[in-house]
């Protein structure tokens, strides 16, 4: 069996924001109004391959983010939410899986809170703090690169770190990462081989447990990090890259 564990957000989806004079399809409703779509070819794509490899779209989204998501390609039968710590089986929480996130990160709840203490004070917040599942925080704040810096020098003995997406600020334990969450889901599946696709910094883990890695023209450089991918993508739209790429593997 083989595996596609498959980020969403600039990976395999698309922001409104992100304009495109490619045919599309709306994929997301969020207040009144579509956020987010796929183009038709990555749509056509993703019927043809579906049958042939196991797609697990592996999100730091939470359960309810993801479920705004309707790709249009009948049932995604396992996806990975809140950076790995919940596993989607026909969209169902398994419970088994998420006790075994909370196990992992019970050492983390200290290094958490004292995150959410400093965060609760900090002027450079500007909504109110999350405890996603009770596995991570996330917030949003000005000058996010600065508070992460902040963060990790408050955190630099705890089992908890910082890192931000934009304006997005996360405070994560050790070990609640995808990559984590893709070495767990090989064995729960029995997996053959994982294929593995992302576009940000949460990714990095993801790639490294993988044994084939995607990404986007220009991420070693970015991320600064050790491995490069088997294929990046340059010249055409990263979802499309992805998904040719592994037909073409079939």
């Known amino acids: 069996m083989v595996v596609l564990n498959l980020d969403l957000d600039n990976t395999l989806i698309y922001s409104y924001k992100k304009d495109t004079q490619l045919e599309k399809i709306n994929v997301e409703w969020y207040n009144g109004r579509w956020i987010s779509y796929i183009t038709k070819k990555t749509y056509e794509l993703l019927l ?14 939470t ?3 993801y479920k705004r998501i309707n790709l249009g390609t009948g049932n995604i039968k396992y996806a990975l939410v809140c950076n790995g710590g919940v596993l989607l089986e ?3 929480r398994n419970k088994e899986w998420y006790n075994k996130s909370q196990d992992i990160i019970k050492e983390s709840i200290p290094g958490l809170k004292k995150a959410a203490s400093f965060l609760e004070k900090d002027l450079r917040r500007k909504m109110e703090i999350r405890f996603i599942d009770g596995l991570f925080i996330f917030t949003k704040c000005d ?4 508070v992460v810096q902040d963060l990790k020098e408050l955190l630099k003995d705890s089992l ?11 405070v994560l334990p050790y070990g609640m990462d995808k990559g984590m969450a893709v070495k767990r889901f090989r064995e729960y599946i029995n997996a053959d081989m994982v294929i593995a696709a992302g576009d940000s910094s949460f990714d990095i883990k993801m790639l490294e447990a993988a044994d084939k890695k995607l990404a986007p023209y220009g991420f070693t450089e970015k991320y600064k990090i050790n491995f490069k991918p088997e294929e990046a993508a340059a010249d055409m739209w990263f979802s499309e890259f992805i998904l040719e790429y592994c037909i073409n593997l079939l």
């Open 48 to 61: 043809s391959l579906k049958n042939h490899m196991l797609i697990v779209p592996t999100s730091t989204r």
């Open 63 to 65: 359960e309810s983010q």
């Open 90 to 92: 026909n969209g169902i």
């Open 143 to 146: 000058r996010a690169e600065e």
């Open 160 to 170: 908890v770190y910082a890192a931000n997406n934009g304006e997005k600020v996360y």
